[in-house]
């Protein structure tokens, strides 16, 4: 396979990931006001509520960027591998070995919030703390899949750059 196919399979997959985004926080917002509406306060369900907000916040407002700069990346760089395509490798590769080096503080903040998850959820001394505990291991959880699958598929495509050069 190509360059050009490599980049465009990137850019596919990061543009679907941002969807998933989108969508997703839509869901989080949705379940956030229907706990806001329907859970007592002082309960373990009510303790979720920030929590799943900032999912939902952190989707809805992040996927559509995304979308428009992977989007904006598919139209550009055929054009620039095209035109140049030792500069396309130079630029290229230099962003990308950036975005994969930010995976491990990444996974780092979602294995935090993790554990810090499980500490609140089993000793956490009233429902509300143990309801955010679980909501902190929702996000690392999330955290962890989202970034797992997104890790991996720009360490292939950063293989493939410097396969290239």
């Given at each position: 396979?190509?360059?050009?196919?490599?980049?465009?399979?990137?850019?596919?997959?990061?543009?679907?990931?941002?969807?998933?985004?989108?969508?997703?926080?839509?869901?989080?917002?949705?379940?956030?006001?229907?706990?806001?509406?329907?859970?007592?306060?002082?309960?373990?369900?009510?303790g979720m509520l920030v929590p799943v907000l900032i999912v939902g916040v952190l989707g809805?407002?992040?996927?559509?960027?995304?979308?428009?700069?992977?989007?904006?990346?598919?139209?550009?760089?055929?054009?620039?591998?095209?035109?140049?395509?030792?500069?396309?490798?130079?630029?290229?590769?230099?962003?990308?070995?950036?975005?994969?080096?930010?995976?491990?503080?990444?996974?780092?903040?979602?294995?935090?919030?993790?554990?810090?998850?499980?500490?609140?959820?089993?000793?956490?001394?009233?429902?509300?703390?143990?309801?955010?505990?679980?909501?902190?291991?929702?996000?690392?959880?999330?955290?962890?899949t989202v970034d797992g699958i997104a890790s991996?598929?720009?360490?292939?495509?950063?293989?493939?750059?410097?396969?290239?050069?």
């Amino acid at each position: 396979m190509d360059l050009l196919h490599h980049m465009t399979e990137y850019y596919k997959g990061e543009r679907l990931g941002a969807i998933c985004y989108t969508v997703g926080g839509i869901v989080f917002l949705l379940l956030a006001f229907a706990i806001w509406k329907v859970a007592e306060p002082g309960t373990i369900t009510r303790g979720m509520l920030v929590p799943v907000l900032i999912v939902g916040v952190l989707g809805a407002a992040a996927g559509p960027f995304l979308l428009r700069s992977n989007n904006q990346r598919l139209e550009r760089f055929p054009k620039e591998i095209t035109a140049d395509a030792k500069a396309f490798l130079a630029t290229e590769g230099a962003r990308m070995t950036g975005v994969h080096n930010t995976w491990l503080p990444l996974k780092i903040a979602w294995t935090v919030l993790l554990i810090a998850g499980v500490c609140l959820a089993f000793m956490g001394g009233t429902p509300t703390w143990k309801g955010v505990g679980l909501g902190l291991m929702l996000i690392g959880t999330i955290g962890h899949t989202v970034d797992g699958i997104a890790s991996e598929r720009s360490r292939i495509y950063v293989e493939r750059l410097a396969d290239a050069s």
